[in-house]
């Protein structure tokens, strides 16, 4: 480790993250009265996936009826693994502080009544706000500030410890609560804004004991323009796919998910020709500018000439598995860690598929409130403060673990070889037995490296952490997909084309050298069983 | 990848340091440097911050491509992306202003007609 000055502190709640989720969780634990520090390891207001573009949300009108038959329609397509009473709430919830991001000066548009249309977020403009709206709720904001490793004790989890990636000056911040809002983990595959998500939140839990579900809902990429990072399927369906010689594939509504079979035959390219007027593609323009801005830079008029595609890996970060939740407030199995956003286990509402396009940002908002709520309250009612607790920290692969080594971890070469057997679509997204089984068996060869020594520099600390997460990550999604020995919603096995009823059941990982699993009952196992068996979801 | 920090326009303000989600850049004596660009996840957030409209990222993430500081003001690229977004001077409506069709899913089903 670098032996620069440390800089110490003690509050209730610590956040770590700075997305959406870590936004409102530092937001709502401080308006609870709890004072609050929010470290990223970028800036809030740039970092995660949702700042560079936006976020499309998930919002229904209060009427019963229509509830409902979201609620219905999401729990046939996740496979019967969400809860109802959980979608319920984030519609509610999401409702009320959507009003908030109003009267905090979002610019919603209206329509014809003048009902203002909350349906959709612009990034850089929402997460600007965000952070107006933690620093004015008295919140401690470290920016560029990763947290490397978790403080504990025998009562739970205490703060963090990490390091300044612009001074070099280590940190650490003691409370009775902390919040894990670090994201997903995108194996820094360049999808907008994702190669922030590495998952170190996900290690740093485990290294307390914390549990993971659904990691083998990860198999999800996005098509992205082949040289550029803006993944917005959504508008492929204005597009024709064509090949090679220029002859059409397929169009609309069939693109996206034609893509990887397509891909695995030769180049594909898209043209968005289904928009055949000004006024349609202007709509589109103003929807998504982010999308359009690369390809105008390029050259590039995608309305009209054809772009090569590619696919961006998106992990857990628009899969669904993460931290194992306990409760309604977030909570996870430590005592005082809470978990929100896409380090959260989405399987309550998503159920087996993506929280993409609409759910993860309705519970971005949704679980950030009450993990911060949850934390503040929890933290609030300790008998003595952080401080004066006997916390140790808790680090250990690619840190702690190599101290005494006398070999150099290689950090590129290790991150090289994990997203080797992860990125690839041959392996992670046409997934069969054989596949999974000879990636993960190279997976576990790399794992002695996270016992070698990581380098003293401030990159060489941060990025050593990074890639022992990704490393783990990798590893547990891996053995979820063996564990899963049939297909539901984002988990797809050759050998197993169906879904099978007798699985209805979370997967529930827990370690990190030895990796163990259990299932997890869900409370609408039985709709499923009670229809036909064999029936396909 | 970020591609330019125009020496001309930038005022050493620091900001472009702080904002970088991926770190790629560290001040040099009393100016920013692009010190990591292997790090740069093309997310054009730096860009979006620049008070006075210095840098430039180009689309290409996995590759570096030339670019002329000449040729980008003139065809209006440099700060486009910030003017865009309606940060820039005199931008006028901001992007949320400006996108006033909300409904992506029900304007598809309903024009698209394919």
Redesign the interface.
Same mark, same amino acid.
């Given at each position: 480790m670098l032996q620069k000055q440390v800089k110490q502190l003690t509050v209730d709640v610590l956040v770590l993250g700075g997305g959406p989720a870590g936004a409102w969780a530092a937001w709502r634990a401080a308006s609870q009265g709890a004072s609050v520090v929010l470290a990223d390891k970028g800036y809030l207001g740039t970092s995660g996936a949702t700042s560079p573009g936006g976020t499309t949300l998930l919002v229904i009108p209060p009427i019963a009826e229509l509830r409902e038959q979201a609620v219905q329609a999401r729990l046939k397509a996740g496979g019967y693994l969400s809860e109802n009473a959980w979608i319920h709430r984030v519609l509610d919830q999401v409702e009320k502080n959507l009003e908030l991001v109003e009267q905090w000066g979002y610019p919603f548009p209206k329509d014809e009544e003048g009902q203002s249309l909350r349906t959709h977020l612009h990034g850089p403009e929402y997460m600007k706000l965000m952070r107006n709206v933690v620093r004015k709720a008295g919140v401690k904001i470290m920016d560029q500030s990763p947290a490397l490793e978790l403080l504990h004790d025998e009562h739970g989890v205490g703060g963090a410890r990490g390091i300044n990636r612009m001074t070099g000056e280590t940190w650490e911040v003691k409370a009775n609560a902390v919040v894990m809002a670090t994201g997903g983990c995108a194996f820094l595959s360049k999808g907008l804004g994702c190669n922030v998500l590495t998952g170190e939140g996900l290690l740093m839990s485990a290294e307390l004991g914390a549990d993971l579900s659904g990691m083998e809902f990860s198999r999800q990429y996005a098509p992205s323009f082949a040289e550029g990072t803006v993944t917005r399927g959504r508008m492929l369906f204005w597009s024709t796919l064509y090949g090679e010689d220029g002859e059409p594939l397929v169009k609309g509504d069939r693109t996206n998910r034609s893509i990887p079979e397509l891909l695995m035959k030769g180049p594909v390219y898209a043209a968005m020709d289904l928009a055949d007027t000004e006024e349609k593609r202007e709509f589109l323009r103003r929807a998504h500018p982010i999308f359009f801005m690369p390809l105008e830079r390029s050259g590039i008029d995608p309305f009209k000439e054809r772009f090569p595609l590619t696919l961006r890996y998106e992990g857990t970060m628009r899969g669904t598995g993460g931290l194992r939740l306990t409760g309604n407030d977030c909570a996870t199995t430590i005592a005082g860690l809470y978990a929100a956003g896409d380090a959260a286990s989405r399987e309550k509402v998503t159920g087996a598929i993506s929280g993409g396009g609409a759910y993860n940002a309705s519970w971005a908002i949704c679980s950030g409130h009450w993990a911060g709520e949850g934390a503040a309250h929890y933290a609030m009612s300790q008998p003595r403060r952080a401080d004066n607790r006997q916390l140790v920290a808790a680090g250990h692969y690619g840190m702690a673990a190599g101290v005494d080594s006398s070999t150099k971890l290689e950090v590129q070469p290790l991150i090289k070889a994990i997203q080797d057997l992860i990125l690839p679509l041959k392996i992670n997204y046409f997934r069969s037995e054989p596949g999974i089984s000879a990636a993960l068996k190279e997976l576990d060869t790399l794992v002695p490296h996270l016992k070698d020594q990581a380098p003293a520099t401030v990159q060489g600390i941060v990025k050593s952490r990074e890639a022992a997460a990704m490393l783990t990550v990798g590893r547990w999604m891996y053995t979820a997909a063996l564990a899963r020995t049939e297909s539901r919603g984002l988990q797809k096995m050759a050998e197993y084309p169906e879904l099978d009823p007798s699985q209805t059941h979370r997967l529930i990982l827990s370690g990190i050298d030895d990796i163990s699993i259990s299932t997890e009952s869900v409370p609408h196992a039985h709709e499923l069983n009670a229809l036909k068996e064999g029936h396909t979801v | 990848m970020i591609e330019l920090i125009s020496s001309d326009r930038c005022i050493n303000c620091n900001l472009c &340091?702080? &904002? #970088? $989600? %991926?770190?790629v850049f560290d001040m040099e004596e009393d100016h920013p440097v692009i010190a +990591?660009k292997e *790090?740069c996840?093309? #997310? =054009?957030?730096c860009e979006?911050?620049c008070p006075v409209d210095a840098m430039y990222v180009? $689309?290409?993430? *996995? +590759?570096t491509v030339e670019v002329n500081e000449e040729e980008l003001i003139s065809s209006g690229?440099l700060g486009?992306?910030r003017q865009?977004? /309606?940060?820039g001077q005199g931008s006028g409506a901001?992007?949320?202003? +400006? *996108?006033? %069709? $909300? =409904? !992506?899913?029900v !304007?598809?089903e309903q024009?698209? /007609?394919?």
């Amino acid at each position: 480790m670098l032996q620069k000055q440390v800089k110490q502190l003690t509050v209730d709640v610590l956040v770590l993250g700075g997305g959406p989720a870590g936004a409102w969780a530092a937001w709502r634990a401080a308006s609870q009265g709890a004072s609050v520090v929010l470290a990223d390891k970028g800036y809030l207001g740039t970092s995660g996936a949702t700042s560079p573009g936006g976020t499309t949300l998930l919002v229904i009108p209060p009427i019963a009826e229509l509830r409902e038959q979201a609620v219905q329609a999401r729990l046939k397509a996740g496979g019967y693994l969400s809860e109802n009473a959980w979608i319920h709430r984030v519609l509610d919830q999401v409702e009320k502080n959507l009003e908030l991001v109003e009267q905090w000066g979002y610019p919603f548009p209206k329509d014809e009544e003048g009902q203002s249309l909350r349906t959709h977020l612009h990034g850089p403009e929402y997460m600007k706000l965000m952070r107006n709206v933690v620093r004015k709720a008295g919140v401690k904001i470290m920016d560029q500030s990763p947290a490397l490793e978790l403080l504990h004790d025998e009562h739970g989890v205490g703060g963090a410890r990490g390091i300044n990636r612009m001074t070099g000056e280590t940190w650490e911040v003691k409370a009775n609560a902390v919040v894990m809002a670090t994201g997903g983990c995108a194996f820094l595959s360049k999808g907008l804004g994702c190669n922030v998500l590495t998952g170190e939140g996900l290690l740093m839990s485990a290294e307390l004991g914390a549990d993971l579900s659904g990691m083998e809902f990860s198999r999800q990429y996005a098509p992205s323009f082949a040289e550029g990072t803006v993944t917005r399927g959504r508008m492929l369906f204005w597009s024709t796919l064509y090949g090679e010689d220029g002859e059409p594939l397929v169009k609309g509504d069939r693109t996206n998910r034609s893509i990887p079979e397509l891909l695995m035959k030769g180049p594909v390219y898209a043209a968005m020709d289904l928009a055949d007027t000004e006024e349609k593609r202007e709509f589109l323009r103003r929807a998504h500018p982010i999308f359009f801005m690369p390809l105008e830079r390029s050259g590039i008029d995608p309305f009209k000439e054809r772009f090569p595609l590619t696919l961006r890996y998106e992990g857990t970060m628009r899969g669904t598995g993460g931290l194992r939740l306990t409760g309604n407030d977030c909570a996870t199995t430590i005592a005082g860690l809470y978990a929100a956003g896409d380090a959260a286990s989405r399987e309550k509402v998503t159920g087996a598929i993506s929280g993409g396009g609409a759910y993860n940002a309705s519970w971005a908002i949704c679980s950030g409130h009450w993990a911060g709520e949850g934390a503040a309250h929890y933290a609030m009612s300790q008998p003595r403060r952080a401080d004066n607790r006997q916390l140790v920290a808790a680090g250990h692969y690619g840190m702690a673990a190599g101290v005494d080594s006398s070999t150099k971890l290689e950090v590129q070469p290790l991150i090289k070889a994990i997203q080797d057997l992860i990125l690839p679509l041959k392996i992670n997204y046409f997934r069969s037995e054989p596949g999974i089984s000879a990636a993960l068996k190279e997976l576990d060869t790399l794992v002695p490296h996270l016992k070698d020594q990581a380098p003293a520099t401030v990159q060489g600390i941060v990025k050593s952490r990074e890639a022992a997460a990704m490393l783990t990550v990798g590893r547990w999604m891996y053995t979820a997909a063996l564990a899963r020995t049939e297909s539901r919603g984002l988990q797809k096995m050759a050998e197993y084309p169906e879904l099978d009823p007798s699985q209805t059941h979370r997967l529930i990982l827990s370690g990190i050298d030895d990796i163990s699993i259990s299932t997890e009952s869900v409370p609408h196992a039985h709709e499923l069983n009670a229809l036909k068996e064999g029936h396909t979801v | 990848m970020i591609e330019l920090i125009s020496s001309d326009r930038c005022i050493n303000c620091n900001l472009c &340091v702080k &904002v #970088c $989600p %991926t770190n790629v850049f560290d001040m040099e004596e009393d100016h920013p440097v692009i010190a +990591r660009k292997e *790090d740069c996840q093309t #997310c =054009f957030m730096c860009e979006a911050y620049c008070p006075v409209d210095a840098m430039y990222v180009a $689309p290409q993430a *996995d +590759r570096t491509v030339e670019v002329n500081e000449e040729e980008l003001i003139s065809s209006g690229l440099l700060g486009s992306w910030r003017q865009e977004i /309606g940060w820039g001077q005199g931008s006028g409506a901001s992007m949320a202003e +400006r *996108d006033t %069709t $909300p =409904f !992506f899913e029900v !304007f598809t089903e309903q024009y698209r /007609g394919n």
